[in-house]
Nanobody, 117 residues
Framework: QEQVVESGGGLVEAGGSLRLSCVAS????????MAWSRQAPGKERKFVAR????????NYADDVKGRFTISKDNAKNTVFLDMKSLKPEDTAIYYC??????????WGQGTQVTVSS
């Protein structure tokens, strides 16, 4: 069964850091890229960061540039999102998705990140 599973969310104070992880399975999954999005309460889901599975090239939403870093471990089919200098407005459910080479996307259930002021 194809799936992605996020972990690492939690409660952190403003200015703090957190690392999210996302594992895609099965191991044989043909991945083109993996990305993180987030959805704050009462708002639409928005793109956060993406990483190309082959080249490693990345791109970020403007409001996280310089604070968030996306990285990957191809051997473990895992993508990470390192978040620093967190702000209350970063509070959201963070979703991971894997885009297969055929174009189909697989989404996870999300992990809650709460930043207290």
């Amino acid at each position: 069964q194809e799936q992605v599973v996020e972990s690492g969310g939690g409660l952190v104070e403003a200015g703090g850091s957190l690392r999210l992880s996302c594992v895609a399975s099965p191991r044989s999954l043909s991945i083109a890229d993996m990305a993180w999005s987030r959805q704050a309460p009462g708002k639409e889901r928005k793109f956060v960061a993406r990483i190309n599975w082959i080249s490693g090239s990345t791109n970020y939403a403007d409001d996280v540039k310089g604070r968030f870093t996306i990285s990957k471990d191809n051997a473990k089919n895992t993508v990470f999102l390192d978040m620093k200098s967190l702000k209350p407005e970063d509070t959201a459910i963070y979703y991971c998705n894997a885009k297969r080479l055929c174009g189909r996307e697989i989404w996870g259930q999300g992990t809650q990140v709460t930043v207290s002021s």
